[in-house]
């Protein structure tokens, strides 16, 4: 049984490996959450009804976790003080708009409250889907909405900014260089590594959904930000590009391996309507990018592409190739993820629990 698992992560992989060489940021995810479950579809008795061990998602969690809690640096903190006002108004503007989207799916297809909420929350396809699962949501319902936001984004940004603005920023990208070995670094990985697996029983004593992740990426930011602080410099650990590989793959995996077809009935509706409130929030934040732009004197490209609803490594991918302020798109993409995972689970929770509490009140008043 134990083969099998590893033989099931391995073929999944296969699909995020051949997606992966399309250019596609987030291909590996992607391609392994299809390959897992057209895999779970055909044969759904392949790694039994539960999926793949829980485990397997924890540790993709916890990766997820370390990753970002490093990028809240110096670089990210300076950003946050010069234009903290700003970006805190976008990030509750984010907010906002995910939940009227969410209550416009909720509403108007045949989707349950929790599962509208968290498919339209802009915390990344890699955080949203595992902590759906946790809550109760339709992970399989989640995972369709946000990769498809994903796409959604991937595809109209970088046209509209290219479209509307004929001239890079001004300010020069910073090209991402590859992680050379040093034994530093490698002894940093081993600090983060300690301090999120500290960081999960931290999470998990104050209950918060999805621990492993929380938790982790909570004490990893505390540390990293404390530390760099104290040095006077941004302390890196030694973290290739094929750590964050293998947590997409594995996430992607574990949740692939629990879909069945019957999760699939009747979402034809709720695809169309989800489609539709994507492509208003996309709207919506495209126009709070060009009064930010006006306000402030930041380069329209430049905001629109930190304040899209996508994920990090994909604005930031972007923001490289069309010559924008990549740090300050990581700093605002960074954030805003922060503050989704870690406030609006709560939200919809208690939402969920309003309206169990009006049901009920309705059922008995009958």
């Known amino acids: 049984m134990k083969e099998t698992k590893w033989l099931f992560i391995a073929i999944s992989a296969i699909g995020g490996l051949l997606l992966s060489l399309t250019g596609l940021s987030i291909g590996w995810m992607l391609g392994t959450l299809l390959a897992a479950m057209l895999l779970s579809f055909a044969k759904p008795g392949f790694v039994g009804e539960k999926g793949i061990p829980k485990y397997w ?29 700003v970006i805190i108004i976008m990030l509750l503007l984010s907010i906002v708009f995910s939940l009227v989207s969410g209550f416009i799916l909720w509403k108007f297809s045949q989707t349950d409250m929790l599962t509208s909420f968290f498919s339209t929350a802009p915390g990344g396809l890699s955080a949203m889907p595992g902590i759906a699962e946790e809550v109760g949501a339709n992970t399989a319902v989640v995972s369709i909405l946000q990769t498809m936001r994903v796409f959604l984004v991937i595809f109209i940004i970088p046209i509209v900014v290219s479209a509307l603005v004929f001239h890079p920023s001004a300010v020069p990208a910073e090209q991402a260089a590859a992680t050379a070995f040093e034994w530093s670094g490698l002894i940093w990985t081993a600090v983060l590594s300690v301090t999120a697996y ?40 030694y973290w290739p590009h094929e750590v964050m590989i293998l947590s997409q793959v594995v996430i992607a995996a574990s949740i692939g391996s629990r879909f069945r077809k019957e999760m699939f009935t009747g979402l034809k509706k709720t695809i169309l309507i989800a489609f539709i409130s994507t492509a208003l929030f996309i709207a919506a934040m495209f126009a709070c990018a060009f009064i930010v732009s006006k306000a402030t004197g930041i380069a329209f490209m430049t905001a629109a592409l930190a304040f899209a609803p996508g994920g990090v490594a994909e604005m930031a991918t972007t923001a490289v190739v069309l010559q ?43």
Not at 75 to 85: G, T
Not at 200 to 213: E, I, N, R
Not at 215 to 232: D, E
Request: charged share 15%; no cysteine; net charge positive.
């Open 57 to 85: 998602l924890y540790t993709g969690q916890s990766i997820l976790g370390i990753e970002l809690g490093q990028k809240i640096n110096l670089s990210v903190l300076a950003v946050f003080q010069k234009d903290w006002a």
């Open 324 to 366: 924008a302020d990549a740090t300050f798109v990581v700093a605002v993409q960074v954030l805003r993820i922060i503050v989704v995972i870690l406030v609006m689970p709560p939200i919809f929770r208690l939402l969920h629990a309003w309206e169990a509490r009006k049901e009920v009140h309705s059922h008995a008043s009958v």
């Open 198 to 237: 500290a960081g999960y029983h931290v999470g998990k004593k104050l209950k918060f959904p999805a621990p492993w992740l929380l938790g982790s990426m909570l004490l990893t930011a505390i540390v990293q930000s404390g530390t760099s602080a104290a040095a006077g410099y941004d302390v890196t650990p």
